[in-house]
Each structure stands twice: as structure tokens, then as C-alpha cells.
């Protein structure tokens, strides 16, 4: 790997917008499968996360892609990387 190649390290997911009333903020919310220990069945269990949108890009029903950076604020500690459709 050359100097100049920089690999991200941090966490990348991909959400579906639900809120963007806040100022520079979008509400994402994460769904993922789990398994339930008793009975094997996949659960859908889902995750809200505030996320920074610094050009104000995303919409209600936006599917997204974000990754994980350094806190913006109390709950605020995910940065927007694309919008998806």
C-alpha cells in the first residue's frame, strides 16, 4: 500500500431517513436481523441514530449511507457520506 491510499477504519452503515427538522441534523434510522436465542427466528430490530448532514442533502425517505466519526455533540456522532435514492 503506497503513503498517498488512506483506508477509513470506521464503521459504515446504511439507513433510512425519518426525520430532518433539526438544523445540520437527520434522524436514521439502522434495521438489522437477530437471531432470537430460543427459538433461532431472525428478528428485525431497529436503531435510531442523529446524524450530521452539513449541506442539508437528505430527505424524509432517503435511503443513506452514513459512517462513524469523532462526536459532534452529545448524541450526535455520525457523519453523512451519501445519499443513496
Not at 60 to 71: A, F, L, R, Y
Amino acid at each position: 500500500m503506497q503513503a498517498s491510499e488512506s483506508v477509513s477504519t470506521a464503521r459504515t452503515v446504511i439507513g433510512k431517513v425519518v426525520s430532518d427538522k433539526m438544523n445540520k441534523t437527520i434522524v436514521v434510522r439502522v434495521e438489522r436481523l437477530k437471531k432470537d436465542p430460543k427459538y433461532g427466528k431472525f428478528v428485525k430490530k431497529s436503531t435510531k441514530l442523529h446524524v450530521h448532514d452539513e449541506n442539508e442533502t437528505a430527505e424524509i425517505g432517503n435511503t443513506v449511507k452514513i459512517e462513524e466519526t469523532k462526536p459532534y455533540s452529545k448524541s450526535k456522532c455520525w457523519k453523512l457520506v451519501e445519499v443513496i435514492s
